[in-house]
């Protein structure tokens, strides 16, 4: 069974960047689409971006000058990166495999100074 | 990008009854629909993928329908843990990846 499990740091100050990981066990990494979502408090959901088994990315065109999703299929890991960060990126961030998706556990960030 | 819409926002029933969740897209999007349970303080959950296909281990009391714009998802007879908020999200046309505003339902 596909198990996604990611982490990263919970709470950031106004301006710092997030920086969080996904790892997929127990199923082939290869060849799927990734992606990373996010929730804010009490919200739907919001695509942030995703990156296709050879590098190509896409991101929401609302974040796409801050974001930077990267893979590393030596370590079945992808990660995403999301620079100068204000409150209103305070969310819980969720990685998910494939298509239909395949969800994390989630990381819920925090940005307060 | 292709909105995904669905009503009604809240669904209160009671235990037993049968539950009907719409979704609607702006544009056809085949049947590249997956319907996603999330429960309170957890990450979403596939319930249903290809507008009607039932993912590993979901009873058969969630059913998928539709195709094109117009989707629903059936619970037919509803039970305390499927109090959740449901989610619509169509991949047919992508990126960006687009989700419904979510369908909360209340077992009364």
């Known amino acids: 069974q596909v198990q996604l499990q990611q982490w990263g740091a919970g709470l950031l100050k106004p301006s710092e960047t997030l920086s969080l990981t996904c790892a997929v066990y127990g199923a082939s990494f290869s060849g799927y689409y990734r992606t990373w979502i996010r929730q804010p408090p009490g919200k739907g959901l919001e695509w942030i971006g995703g990156?296709?088994?050879?590098?190509?990315?896409n991101y929401n065109a609302s974040l796409k000058s801050r974001v930077t999703i990267s893979l590393d299929e030596s370590k079945n890991q992808f990660s995403l990166k999301l620079s100068s960060v204000t409150a209103a990126d305070t969310a819980v961030y969720y990685c998910a495999r494939g298509l239909p998706l395949e969800w994390g556990q989630g990381t819920p960030v925090t940005v307060s100074s | 990008e292709i909105v995904m819409t669905q009503s009604p926002a809240t669904l209160s029933v009671s235990p037993g009854e049968r539950g009907t969740l719409s979704c609607r897209a702006s544009q056809s999007v085949g049947i590249n629909l997956a319907w996603y349970q999330q429960k309170a303080g957890q990450a979403p959950r596939l319930l249903i993928y290809?507008?009607?296909t039932r993912a590993t281990y979901i009873p058969a009391r969630f059913s998928g329908s539709g195709s094109g714009t117009e989707f629903t998802l059936t619970i037919s007879s509803l039970q305390s843990e499927d109090s959740a908020v449901y989610y619509c999200?169509?991949?047919?046309?992508?990126?960006?990846?687009?989700f419904g505003g979510g369908t909360k339902v209340e077992i009364k």
């Open positions: 999200q169509q991949y047919n046309n992508w990126p960006p990846l687009t």
């Open positions: 990156i296709s088994h050879n590098g190509s990315t």
């Open positions: 290809g507008a009607s």
